[in-house]
């Protein structure tokens, strides 16, 4: 990309995520965008079709760095248990909290990053669990299901709590990992 380029939609980007913390989605305009950014409204119509397009760039941008996330997480389990990762992906995406807070909040009819990350969540587990040779006591749609509400429940509470009360998150953590302990028993049958 070029670098002109790059500049510019990294100002609209953050110019966005400041006005979205400021206010809702719905009282943003594109007019405001570009004056707090100081760029043209040529110049941000070159970039994106109007505010919904750079929300679903926004949104998509960050879905893949978490989706990254999610992914190697699991690649690096081997065959473990899917849970016991849980801590590990949340820890990971408090790197990525204001994005993630800005984009949970922004849930409705059209835009439900939520379902978006749940759906992602759900399919790294279920695909795992089809290549795993380990036998269920449950069906893989039920474990998976279950791991996304789970995980996602998880990574919200560690995103809200990670700047407030960092001790806090310390010990979801760890409340997360024995928790992981007590499930790994229960899914799997014995061999």
Known sequence: MNVRIFKTTNTIYETFKTLLREKNFDKIS??????????????????FADKYDLLEHFSDKTTSILEEIIRRRF??????????ILDKIANDTVSQNKDIQLLLKLNSPEFQFEKSLQQILYENCFKWLEKSNKKLKFT?????LLYSNIALSSIKFSLEISEKEPEYLKNHIAFISSMQNSILGTIFLSE
């Open 140 to 144: 893989k749609d039920f474990t998976a």
């Open 30 to 47: 594109v007019n405001e965008i570009c004056k707090k950014s100081l760029i043209s409204k040529s110049t941000f119509y070159a970039h």
């Open 75 to 84: 690649k690096a389990m081997d065959y473990q248990n899917p849970f016991s």
